[in-house]
């Protein structure tokens, strides 16, 4: 059976346990908390040497980072496929693009409103936090232009979705309304929070763990 180690509010976690159960693979879940330092210690050490999460045991093969492990189960469970299919280059490339964006920036940015947020209303920092609004609500808009006719940022439901979700169902809470004048933006989180796969997601709330 697949292990996975994880920690729940992780985002990068949320989209593997996305994509586990769109494929409809079980898995043993195994915690490890980040705040107790529990990636730090050697037995996981030997898992990822990073000291990450999430990491994929499947039989023999530990496999880290989420972008790595979504394509090994891409590859070695292609159905439901997640990806556009073998020979769409420019659409495969597209979606690998927007998981990237979505991984790299999109997903530091909340991360960075998040942790102002966590904090008491005067200890934030103002410029930071405005920078990192502007930021997302720039994300937004462009994500907003080119959903422009279609349901899914690459044509269909894919991974590139997938790594905005776990971000993206935060906004709200942090007093960012992604939806608002956007109704490209808005269609597409309404279509993606109606998946089984994401509502029966554990750990998809507001966690203001800053560092994490
Ligand atoms: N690029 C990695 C990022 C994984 C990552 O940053 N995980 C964080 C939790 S969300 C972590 O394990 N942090 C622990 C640490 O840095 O000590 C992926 O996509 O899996």
């Not at 898995?27 to 990822?48: A, C, H, M, S, W």
């Not at 997302?136 to 894919?158: D, T």
Request: hydrophobic content about 40%.
């Amino acid at each position: 059976m697949i292990k996975l180690y994880d920690f729940l509010p992780c985002p990068f976690g949320q989209k593997v346990r996305i994509i586990l159960a769109e494929k409809g693979l079980s898995y043993e879940l195994i915690q490890v908390d980040l705040t107790q330092g529990e990636q730090r210690k050697p037995e996981f050490l030997r898992l990822n040497p990073f000291g990450r999460v999430p990491v994929l045991i499947d039989e023999d093969i530990t496999i880290y980072d989420s972008t790595i492990i979504a394509e090994y189960l891409e590859d070695e469970y292609p159905e439901p496929p997640l990806l556009p299919a073998v020979g769409s280059s420019a659409l495969r490339a597209r979606a690998r693009t927007w998981e990237d964006f979505a991984d790299t920036s999109f997903t530091a940015q909340v991360g960075q409103l998040m942790s102002e947020m966590g904090k008491p209303e005067g200890d934030r920092d103002p410029a930071r936090l405005q920078r990192s609004q502007t930021l997302i609500e720039r994300a937004l808009n462009f994500i907003n232009h080119e959903l422009q006719g279609q349901e899914y940022l690459a044509q269909q439901f894919s991974v590139a979705d997938i790594a905005f979700v776990p971000r993206l169902v935060v906004l709200k809470d942090l007093g960012l309304e992604p939806g608002q004048n956007r109704p490209n933006v808005e269609a597409w989180l309404n279509r993606m929070v109606d998946r089984p796969s994401i509502q029966s997601l554990e750990g998809l709330t507001v966690q203001l763990l800053a560092g994490v």
